[in-house]
């Protein structure tokens, strides 16, 4: 798999996976060029998104604050953690470093990790390191960075390419000089990187700081078995949280409910918003049916709502123009919340997967050029729309092409006659063909999307309009669509 | 100080067809605000020029055996069930919708039943450029069951950001279209329900109802010919006059149905009603 950007009209590829790599893959390099040293293995390509990354890499920090009490992003591809006080919790720093690359692995992530006592250090010896998970005691860094290459003291491109053209390879090398040359042939950032890694001077890191999410909980004398008395206190604990969420400017997008039982599992309850809301009306409708529902055993001592996922909700301004006192809010804020509002009903109901928007997917397959998704998701998915242009389709596309009878004068050419879920027509008028090429780059498609299609569109006796196609390698015929 | 929401105006003072607004407020039990219209472009008579907002609009599809058009409900294997609602029409209607709606208002277009989800392909038009405005505002539900189908429909009209509710009408009774029509007056939106043929001799709330029927085409555009079963007051003039057929025609360019230029050969005389074809328009005969 690579990540590939447009730079100068060409696809440059931003990064690639290891077997690429091996393969002999760099960045750098045109996807052409790519393709060609891949040639033969099915090769994945993707958008390269660096603010998606850096977002991603931001929540990664946020989810090993578990696992160390500071921890900051170190873009693009790593994370700075500050286990200072941590060893008592582990037993010793192996330990320490084994239990994050085995919890940080179970996400799918392969991580290098190193434990030191700077931070220059640690980062040199998980990148250049032979060994995918060390620790460096305390007055050792001195030995583990010497032999590696100059590149691990986090220098620019040109400090390196200067000191390589020097002869200068290894860290080691760098030790060995008089610091006053060093400073005045390749400036003091290469002194304050490596000060930095042998623990001379002080690095500061600017560590993501935890977001308790808003919560509010109620915890009854004894144990509650009345619906009533639970449905209300859910609604007022509704109206608590949307107060603390309007002093944080925010909205909920998930909310989660626990109901803490006697002598039973605590119940969770999950609602999903497509928008960011703190409408105690709206939240309420959402919450009613499911509270409604409820089994509360022997009765419920505790109930805690927690937004756990919010968005930003600006407050509505009042300002006064030409005598008149208005909204600040936009003109289409009203009906952009009546839709957010209506989806997320119809979601709650009928599930998420039932309630979908459309994008386009490029593809010439006409029932692989739109793709559905869900309104409740974050993200959208990417399709260019653009791409998308006017064209003659039928109004029906059946969701699986349905073998046909047809009868044809010329091998190639259109249908005269043809028998679709057992009735006959007689076709008087088609138009056509179409051809539509195969798919043969992707290894997805299945293999009946691998042949070449020649469409027609006929009209029968009846005035009916179908869109039929005929496979040119096996020769068989399909029904696909319907101008209706 | 409290308002009063409505003005005592002098009798001299009102026109008459803000008498004429108020009498229609009176009868429909309805607020006196006029419900907006959309203009189908299909010109004809006024009653085919536009369709009223707030109201239930059917659309009685297509069906691939003819015989049962004037059947209760088909009978045999399920293949006899099949019908096909007239979604070129309805997509067409959606566009028209959605143009006469300020951008800022309701903007949205709500499809509910996987029958009526068209090809999204059609869902985009050329004008000026490819305009996929329609594509973008499409919100598609699949309710798994009649009433998940009927209280979607009816959440769908009351939602003040929807401009237009494209459903499948399909086995809803007398009642259940009442709950549709009211929920309809209480939004703006334009509700049109697609029903198959069989179900035309059902009692029904909607306001007007339009049978649709396949007609022969000359050339790759296919052609309907639309026929107003019934128009039930809101445009009262309209409704005495005497009601047409009109011959539409697919312009798969601009993404609009349009009366078709060229009436084409007849419909077969042994099903087609007592209508007559001329000059784009259909009179009746018998």
Redesign the interface.
């Known amino acids: 798999m690579v990540l590939v950007k447009i730079a100068a009209a060409r696809q440059i590829v931003a990064r690639c996976c290891e077997r690429s790599a091996a393969a002999g893959v760099r960045e750098g390099m045109t996807l052409t060029h790519a393709r060609a040293v891949l040639v033969g293995t099915p090769l994945r390509v993707h958008p390269y998104d660096p603010l998606g990354d850096e977002a991603a890499l931001k929540a990664l920090a946020r989810w090993a604050l578990r696992c160390a009490p500071l921890v900051a992003p170190d873009p693009p591809d790593g994370l700075l953690m500050d286990v200072s006080g941590c060893r008592p919790l582990y037993g010793n720093e192996q330990r320490l470093v084994n239990t994050f690359a085995d919890r940080i692995g179970r996400l799918g992530f392969r991580a290098r990790v190193a434990c030191a006592s700077t931070f220059g250090c640690a980062w040199a010896v998980a990148r250049f390191s032979d060994q995918e998970r060390s620790v460096i005691a305390h007055g050792q860094e001195h030995q583990a960075l010497t032999p590696l290459p100059i590149e691990a003291l986090r220098i620019d491109e040109d400090t390196a390419a200067a000191l390589l053209e020097v002869g200068i390879e290894r860290i080691g090398h760098l030790f060995a000089l008089p610091r006053r040359e060093l400073v005045a042939r390749f400036g003091s950032h290469l002194l304050l990187r490596m000060d930095q890694a042998t623990g001379e001077t002080i690095e500061v890191i600017q560590p993501q700081h935890p977001v308790e999410p808003p919560s509010v909980q109620r915890v009854f004398d004894g144990p509650v078995t009345q619906l009533e008395a639970v449905m209300r206190t859910v609604r007022e604990l509704t109206e608590d949280l949307a107060g603390k969420l309007q002093r944080l400017e925010s909205g909920v997008r998930r909310l989660d409910i626990v109901f803490d039982r006697l002598d039973v599992a605590a119940l969770r309850v999950l609602i999903t918003l497509s928008r960011p809301s703190r409408d105690v009306k709206h939240l309420w409708s959402l919450l009613k049916p499911k509270v409604e529902t409820i089994q509360m055993g022997f009765g419920i001592e505790r109930i805690a709502l927690t937004a756990t996922v919010v968005g930003r909700l600006r407050h509505e301004q009042i300002e006064q123009a030409d005598g008149q006192w208005r909204s600040s809010e936009p003109d289409d804020a009203p009906a952009d919340r009546a839709f957010g509002e209506l989806i997320d009903t119809l979601a709650q109901r009928l599930g998420p997967h039932r309630t979908v928007c459309v994008h386009p997917v490029e593809s010439h397959l006409p029932e692989r050029s739109f793709r559905q998704h869900s309104v409740m998701q974050t993200q959208r998915p990417q399709g260019d729309a653009k791409q998308i242009t006017a064209s003659d389709r039928p109004s029906i596309l059946l969701e699986r092409p349905e073998p046909i009878e047809v009868m044809a004068i010329t091998p190639q050419g259109p249908p005269s006659w043809l028998r679709w879920r057992g009735e006959e027509h007689r076709i008087v008028t088609a138009i056509g063909p179409e051809r539509i090429g195969n798919v043969w780059w992707s290894p997805d498609v299945s293999p009946t999307c691998h042949s070449q299609r020649d469409y027609f569109k006929v009209q029968d006796g009846a005035s009916r309009w179908l869109w039929v196609y005929r496979e040119r390698e096996a020769g068989r015929w399909f029904a696909h669509g319907e101008w209706a | 100080m409290v308002g009063t929401p409505f003005k005592m105006k002098r009798a001299g003072s009102v026109t008459r067809q803000q008498l004429a607004e108020m009498i229609e407020a009176i009868e429909f039990r309805r607020a006196s605000r006029p419900q907006a219209s959309v203009p189908t472009g299909w010109g004809g008579t006024a009653t085919a020029q536009t369709l009223a907002r707030g109201v239930i609009h059917e659309w009685f ?2 069906t ?1 055996a ?1 015989e049962h058009f004037n059947a209760a409900k088909p009978r045999g294997n399920g ?1 006899a069930n ?1 019908w ?5 029409v309805l ?1 067409h209607l959606a566009w028209r919708a959605l143009e006469t709606v300020e ?6 277009v ?1 499809w509910i039943g996987r029958r009526v989800w ?5 869902l ?3 004008e000026h450029g ?3 405005l329609l ?2 505002q ?7 069951d009649k009433a ?1 189908r009927l ?2 429909i009816d ?2 009209l009351r ?4 401009t237009a509710v494209v459903a499948d009408g399909s086995r809803l009774r007398m009642g259940e279209t009442r709950r549709v029509q009211l929920a309809a007056e209480q939004g703006r939106s334009l509700a049109l329900l697609a029903r198959p043929p069989w179900e035309l001799k059902q009692l029904s709330a909607a306001v007007t109802r339009w049978h649709v029927l ?5 050339d ?1 555009r ?2 309907w010919m639309i026929e107003l079963m019934r128009c039930k007051g809101v445009q009262q003039l309209a409704a005495r006059k005497a009601v047409s057929y009109s011959i539409l025609e ?1 312009d ?2 601009k ?1 609009r149905v349009r009366p078709s230029a060229q009436v084409v050969d007849q419909p077969d005389p042994a099903t087609a009603s007592p209508w007559q074809v001329s000059h784009g328009a259909v009179r009746r005969t018998g």
Do not use: I, N
């Not at chain 2, 096909?84 to 070129?88: E, H, V």
């Not at chain 2, 499409?138 to 798994?144: A, C, G, K």
């Open positions: 599809g297509l691939e003819p293949r099949q096909s609602p007239p979604l070129l997509t951008k800022t208002k309701e903007r949205w709500v068209p090809h999204p392909r059609v985009v038009r050329d490819p305009d996929r594509l973008q499409s919100l598609f539900v699949d309710p798994p998940g209280w979607a959440l769908a939602c003040p950001a929807v396949r007609a022969p085409s000359p790759s296919p052609r697919w798969r360019a993404g």
